[in-house]
Nanobody
Framework: QVRLVESGGGLVQPGGSLSLSCAAS????????MSWYRQAPGKERELVAT????????SYADSVKGRFTISRDNAKNTVYLQMDSLQQEDTAVYYC?????????WGQGTQVTVSA
């Protein structure tokens, strides 16, 4: 079955960096776009970044543009999110999503906390 397992979350000070990974299995990873979403307490889940399947084209939410970088390694069936210059507003649970259809598949999430 499809599995998406995020890792790399944790506690970081403002201005710091974290790198998230999402290991995928159970489907042909290279054929599908992948996305990172996040959900902060009391807020709706929001799209953070997307990367296409073949050409690896990327897009970002305005709030993270220039600070976050999404990438993928199709040989390792893994999508990454490099997060730099983190701010307290980036505190959230981060989820990866496989764009296999209207619903897609979701991972279980990894907590990112930005705090001094």
């Amino acid at each position: 079955q499809v599995r998406l397992v995020e890792s790399g979350g944790g506690l970081v000070q403002p201005g710091g960096s974290l790198s998230l990974s999402c290991a995928a299995s159970g489907f042909t990873f290279s054929r599908y776009g992948m996305s990172w979403y996040r959900q902060a307490p009391g807020k709706e889940r929001e799209l953070v970044a997307t990367i296409t399947s073949i050409y690896g084209s990327t897009s970002y939410a305005d709030s993270v543009k220039g600070r976050f970088t999404i990438s993928r390694d199709n040989a390792k069936n893994t999508v990454y999110l490099q997060m730099d210059s983190l701010q307290q507003e980036d505190t959230a649970v981060y989820y990866c999503r496989a764009q296999t259809g209207p619903a897609g598949y979701w991972g279980q999430g990894t907590q990112v906390t930005v705090s001094a």
